[in-house]
T-cell receptor, first 116, second 111 residues
């Protein structure tokens, strides 16, 4: 149980394109989901906390207009990278938990984003 | 602010040898601490959490509040233990429960 599905797993697109990444909790409901960014051989950097039915909470230094987060239902959060540029190329991972947000997280497979 | 430090980026041991992956944290309150593992080509998954005090796949981790450490140990490493290990801290009832991760340690167990 407690499966998190992330889609797509890999996307390559041209500079200036907007890209949407979906994060779904398949067998549980999650009022809170987290979005991370991971650079090669580095740790997970929390980008934002996605809250169902309300605005996301962004970490310091993360541009909210660049990384739009929508948590429209208890099983789906989306991250849209708007007008993506090569420096946005990275590995993006989401997580969620059926319990309280501070409890163990269940992670998606991640999305490899490559901007040409 | 909360912080997690994993001082070793790479750790290599021989099969059957003991292994210890270090984790130190800084947080003034009572944190929840976790070890996550990422095997090759797999998603990040929970290995163990301090509150359960379980042994998973032969690994144990004891929370030492005096030393603010949560080191991961296994007495006899196996080749299948080769993976990336992340120590993480979350804070119940504060900061929306978000987690802070260490930089990770890549463990290689040689035959």
């Amino acid at each position: 149980g407690a499966v998190v599905s992330q889609h797509p797993s890999w996307v390559i697109c041209k500079s200036g394109t907007s890209v949407k990444i979906e994060c779904r909790s398949l067998d549980f409901q999650a009022t809170t989901m987290f979005w991370y960014r991971q650079f090669p051989k580095q740790s997970l950097m929390l980008m934002a906390t996605s809250n169902e039915g309300s605005k996301a909470t962004y970490e310091q230094g993360v541009e909210k207009d660049k990384f739009l987060i929508n948590h429209a239902s208890l099983t789906l959060s989306t991250l849209t990278v708007t007008s993506a540029h090569p420096e946005d190329s990275s590995f993006y991972i989401c997580s969620a938990t059926p319990g309280q947000p501070w409890q163990p997280q269940h992670f998606g497979d991640g999305t490899r984003l490559s901007i040409l | 602010a909360q912080r997690v430090t994993q001082p070793e980026k790479l750790l290599s041991v021989f099969k059957g040898a003991p292994v210890e992956l270090k984790c130190n944290y800084s947080y003034s309150g009572s944190p929840e601490l976790f070890w996550y593992v990422q095997y090759s080509r797999q998603r990040l998954q929970l290995l163990l959490r301090h509150i359960s005090r379980e042994s998973i796949k032969g690994f144990t981790a004891d929370l030492n509040k005096g030393e603010t450490s949560f080191h991961l140990k296994k007495p006899f490493a196996q080749e299948e233990d080769s993976a990336m290990y992340y120590c993480a801290l979350s804070t119940p009832n504060t900061n929306a429960g978000k987690s802070t991760f260490g930089d990770g340690t890549t463990l290689t167990v040689k035959p």
